[in-house]
């Protein structure tokens, strides 16, 4: 069955930067975009990046635009994403998502993982 | 930004009642809105896409219907398990896809 795991997650620092994990599993990894979607403790759902199939084409969300990458290692069924210059405003769950469509985006999730948390604090 | 309004915040049901929920988007998007379910400490799971198709193994107690800027999600029957969150979102303005604030179905 298709799994996303997250990892990576915790306490950091303002300022300091995290690189989170989402390791795939139970489909083709290569044959989907995948997304970051974050969600703020007692809050709604924010889409944050995609990076598509083949890791050739990224977006973001303005919110984090210049300070997230999102990359992908399709040999090891992997997706990353690093945040830098993390203010207390990224305090969220972070879930990866695969897209619904085979290699082009249509921009809806049919799988998530379970999340990890990651706290900006001092 | 297109944004998405959605009523009530709260609906208060029993069990067998039907849910009615509702999305309203701040411009049309079209048929590219999708509905969300999601419990405590769980991840969101995909109910319907493109406004009125159910995703894969979701009952058909499930159904939502609408286009343009008006959206409803129905729950035919409550059952024990579907009071929760639900979040509309759309992707018409990809790769800016947006989330509405979510509206909880408590048990009454």
């Known amino acids: 069955q298709v799994q996303l795991v997250e990892s990576g997650g915790g306490v950091v620092q303002p300022g300091r930067s995290l690189r989170l994990s989402c390791a795939a599993s139970g489909f083709t990894f290569t044959s989907y975009p995948i997304h970051w979607v974050r969600q703020a403790p007692g809050k709604g759902l924010e889409w944050v990046a995609v990076?598509?199939?083949?890791?050739?084409?990224?977006h973001y969300a303005d919110s984090v635009k210049g300070r997230i990458t999102i990359s992908r290692d399709n040999s090891k069924n992997t997706l990353y994403v690093q945040v830098n210059s993390l203010r207390a405003e990224d305090t969220a769950v972070y879930y990866c998502?695969?897209?619904?469509?085979?290699?082009?985006?249509?921009?809806?999730?049919?799988?998530w993982g379970q999340g990890t948390l990651v706290t900006v604090s001092s | 930004e297109i944004v998405l309004t959605q009523s009530p915040a709260t609906l208060s049901l029993s069990p067998g009642e039907r849910a009615t929920l509702s999305c309203r988007a701040s411009q049309s998007v079209s048929s590219y809105l999708a509905w969300y379910q999601q419990k405590p400490g769980q991840a969101p799971r995909l109910l319907i896409y493109d406004a009125s198709n159910r995703a894969t193994g979701i009952p058909a107690r499930f159904s939502g219907s609408g286009s343009g800027t008006d959206f409803t999600l129905t729950i035919s029957s409550l059952e024990p398990e579907d009071f929760a969150v639900y979040y509309c979102q759309q992707r018409s303005s990809w790769p800016k896809v947006t989330f509405g604030g979510g509206t909880k179905v408590e048990i009454k």
């Open positions: 998502a695969r897209d619904r469509n085979v290699a082009a985006a249509v921009y809806f999730f049919d799988y």
């Open positions: 990076i598509s199939n083949d890791g050739r084409d990224k």
